[in-house]
């Protein structure tokens, strides 16, 4: 028997709903870590503090067993940048303070190569834009003048400083000079930083976050700034042996 073109027609269309046909669900991004470890390593040599790179061991430790994607560094050395990226795989930028009295970059002790501020990160934050290094444009009567740094990378960008240290006023001002700075990058930014300014204190150190971001302290000088983006999920005190600060582990998700 002869089956019309309209006859099989319908029984394709009878057998093609009898499939089961999966519904597609839309994927939902899973959150990951995000967390970034503020140092002060006291390693200039200079300092009282100072433990002849005693604390750049336990800096490399920390790294090696936490993992963090930014570390932040101050009061570090351009040989102990060259030393920590071997030991712990991670990418660096560095910037040097500058000499008042020399106008050259500031020298560590012991022929060290520059003092200065750097950022470390982990390989899997991406490759890194150009980054944003000058001296503040307020200075106090120090001889160290103080910098900042923000780098871009492909999947956030990370800022770091060293406020002035004996002037608050003037730590302020360089404050919110950095917070312009970083909320201009145009990227998902955090800052980590000694900013000799306190929670509470005169000025206020909150009053440099800027909108749209929070800030945690290790209950002194150092803070972590992150965009809202960033969800807070817990902070940490970590033993530095060598310096005269903790460290400071702030964990996200993002």
């Not at 336990?58 to 920590?84: F, G, H, W, Y």
């Not at 910037?95 to 200065?116: E, L, M």
């Not at 002035?164 to 950095?178: D, G, H, V």
Request: charged share 20%; proline share 5%; with cysteine.
């Amino acid at each position: 028997m002869m089956r019309s073109a309209a006859w099989w027609a319908a029984a394709a269309l009878a057998a093609f709903a009898a499939v089961a046909i999966p519904v597609a669900h839309a994927q939902t991004p899973t959150a990951r870590s995000f967390d970034v470890l503020q140092l002060n390593l006291c390693n200039s040599g200079f300092e009282d503090c100072y433990s002849a790179g005693k604390s750049v061991d336990s800096a490399i430790a920390m790294i090696q067993q936490r993992r963090p994607d930014v570390v932040t560094l101050n009061e570090i050395c351009a040989r102990d940048i060259t030393r920590m990226t071997n030991e712990t795989g991670y990418l660096w930028e560095f910037t040097p303070v500058g000499d008042k009295t020399t106008g050259s970059p500031y020298a560590c002790g012991d022929g060290r190569g520059d003092y200065g501020i750097a950022i470390l990160t982990h390989p899997d934050l991406g490759a890194a834009g150009t980054p944003v290094e000058r001296q503040f444009a307020a200075q106090d009567d120090g001889n160290e003048q103080r910098v900042l740094l923000c780098v871009p990378y492909s999947k956030a960008a990370a800022c770091t400083t060293h406020l002035a240290a004996n002037n608050a006023q003037i730590a302020a001002e360089q404050c919110r000079e950095l917070s312009g700075i970083a909320t201009a990058l145009g990227a998902e930014t955090v800052i980590g930083g000694d900013l000799n300014l306190l929670s509470g204190g005169i000025p206020d150190v909150q009053a440099c976050v800027p909108d749209g971001w929070y800030r945690k302290d290790d209950g002194s000088v150092q803070h972590v700034f992150a965009m809202n983006t960033f969800q807070f999920e817990r902070a940490e005190m970590l033993p530095v042996d060598g310096t005269n600060h903790p460290g400071l582990l702030i964990e996200t998700t993002h």
